[in-house]
């Protein structure tokens, strides 16, 4: 009789769907934590740089440094980096209507004495913070030839000191708050995630949504229409980015769908490696291949196999987990 | 063979027998379509609690309903470019009516009733030309069709009858769809939206357009308040990048609307795409929704931004006690108010883009 009912029991553990919440804890404690805790320290490291030399030439180590740690982050877009502006104050980008470099303009035209002053400073339109000013300043023409003694150096000490600021209080508000809140979702009283399944749906839209904003954003931008291709619009070229930020937030892509999935995903990594490979081999750091036929054609290629990730996590993970991103948000009407 | 203006005539004369209520349908607040865990659809009766007061199967995604003034019956409406209404005895969970667009015409999902409820008006995409129409149905002959009219631009979406007349607010989206098409969009670069006031027999009465450089602003979903300040949503075809208003604000015969935006920062985290409008239960405030950017905005009826309340997919908006019911894609019905969002119920169900608040509540 125990046999009997022991498996039954096992029958019906296999019927029902997997705990989400225990694949939940593994992305927290091996993705975004530890991803926060990187950020914050890359950018604690670039206020320090800026406060002892604010001229280009010495910075742009740490800013790269500090923008790499942000790519393991920038597809977390839940708890913390959602208060007070902070996702676009960290990482204005695109940016259409041209406002970084006008806000810039206008602090440094008018000698804004709000860089001396770190609260007022995080005030500042999200357009004059963050990693994409900072961009302008460090390697922009237009910008970029300061001295030491100048308003734009001072400048530039207030945004590397905001950034860090935002990605301290990031790190401190997931480590103190949102991952409970995050690992306990459809608690009674929880504040944000009202149903069980809620917070793997938060990270598997994450994921989705990570996926889809580089092909639709950081790829289909440079790559405008076969007549009007825009190598000009690639994020981040002036710092030579373009390619550098689609691997990075791919690698950390992966390493959240894996997190996510137990590591039990075997076409959804075989499609990340696949588009991993692919950027490797593109030899084409700032994307300006676009402007070329043949380029073009690799370009598109690749934003291909992003697409194919995404389509392997939805098939792959999404019923899983059983969730699936954006009822509402993928209807448009 | 009933014509338009006859049977409009006709109304003035006619008196009503006394029917079912609401009440006898439970007293449901709130009309929701959904997507269900098999694959199927529903439309739900909801309480001012949240809670499921009767359910009636779907034979495809819907979209939005429209309720009876007094009668419990609601037509719920396919999604476009659906060519499917069904008028729905809300007491007894019957389709009373299945109602087709005629040969050419498509709804939008979307309609109201006019005339103390006699006359159902559904905004319609006559396809061939792209011409907006409001299609006409006499609901004491059997929800017979009376006719059409024309919308006052093209892709009219959404229809809210005025308070004390029978103008209606119409949301003319601007942009020319073709179901050999799909939902394709046809004529983004030279799409021109606009808010139309149209009266039944009297015509299209005013349109007011938007500023040149807000022409891919889609006008698609209306609320309105006692006074007849109408609140429209719009979701932007240019750059998803781009910072633009997505509330509208405007009373019949006043001029330019007026166009309302969070700071920077916010406003582009909706994503250039409000999903749907309502004014708070007391009407001292607006809000919409956008599920691409999981938020609530609101606003003060001057179009001051007020806050935002951040919730996954979230789309369906309404009126409640102190704030609004909100719905999402999880299946939570949010109750929001001054400075909380509480969750009143979660069921294992997707709620569609909108929730339909009935008058009772």
Known sequence: ?333 | MTTRRGFLASLLAAGSLPALSWADAGSPAYLAAAGEPGGGFALFGLGADGRDLFRIPLPARGHAAAAHPTRPEAVAFARRPGTYALVIDCVTGDVQTRLNAPEGHHFYGHGCFVHGGAVLVTPENRFQTGEGRLGLWARDEGYARIGDIPSGGMGPHDAQRLPGGDVMAIANGGIRTHPAHGRDKLNIDTMRPNLAYVHPTQGVLEVVELDPDLHKNSIRHLSLRGDGTVAFAMQWQGDVADPVPLLGLHRQGQGAPVLAQAPLAEQMAMQGYAGSVSFSGDGSEVAITSPRGGRVHRFAPDGAFIGAVRRGDVCGLAPAPGGYLASDGMGALVRVTRDAARPLAVAERAWDNHLVRLGSA
């Open chain 1, 1 to 333: 009789m125990k046999q009997i009912l022991l498996a039954i029991g096992i029958v019906i553990a296999l019927l029902l769907p997997p705990r989400a919440h225990a694949d939940v804890g593994a992305v927290i404690d091996g993705h975004i934590l530890p991803g926060h805790a990187g950020f914050a320290a890359a950018t604690g490291d670039l206020a320090t740089a800026a406060a002892r030399d604010c001229t280009p030439d010495a910075l742009r180590p740490t800013y790269q440094a500090a923008f790499d740690a942000w790519m393991g982050v920038s597809h977390l877009r839940l708890g913390p980096v959602e208060e007070e502006g902070r996702a676009l104050a960290i990482a204005f980008w695109p940016d259409t209507r041209g406002l970084v470099p006008r806000t810039l303009g206008r602090l440094i035209a008018a000698q804004d004495p709000v860089v001396t002053d770190p609260a007022g400073f995080a005030e500042v339109s999200v357009a004059g913070r963050g990693l994409f000013a900072l961009e302008r300043l460090l390697f922009d023409p237009d910008f970029a030839g300061y001295g030491p003694g100048d308003y734009t150096c001072a400048l530039t000490r207030a945004i590397a000191t905001d950034l860090a600021r935002m990605a301290a209080r990031i790190d401190t508000e997931w480590r103190d708050g949102f991952a409970d809140t995050l690992r306990n979702a459809g608690a009674p009283g929880n504040p944000v995630y009202h149903g069980e399944k809620e917070g793997a749906q938060a990270l598997f839209t994450a994921l989705v949504t990570g996926l889809e904003f580089t092909a639709d954003q950081r790829l289909d931008r440079p790559l405008g229409t076969f007549d009007r291709p825009r190598p000009n619009r690639a994020e981040a070229r002036r710092a030579g980015r373009p390619l550098r930020n689609i691997t990075l937030s791919l690698t950390a892509l992966r390493d959240l769908a894996m997190h996510l999935a137990n590591d039990d995903a075997p076409q959804t990594a075989a499609a990340f490696d696949r588009a991993l490979e692919t950027a490797a081999a593109l030899d084409d750091p700032l994307l300006a291949g676009v402007a070329d036929p043949q380029g073009r054609l690799r370009v598109e290629i690749l934003q291909q196999h992003v697409r194919a990730a995404r389509d392997a996590a939805r098939a792959e993970i999404g019923p899983r987990l059983g969730v699936s991103a954006g009822f509402n948000a993928l209807d448009g009407d």
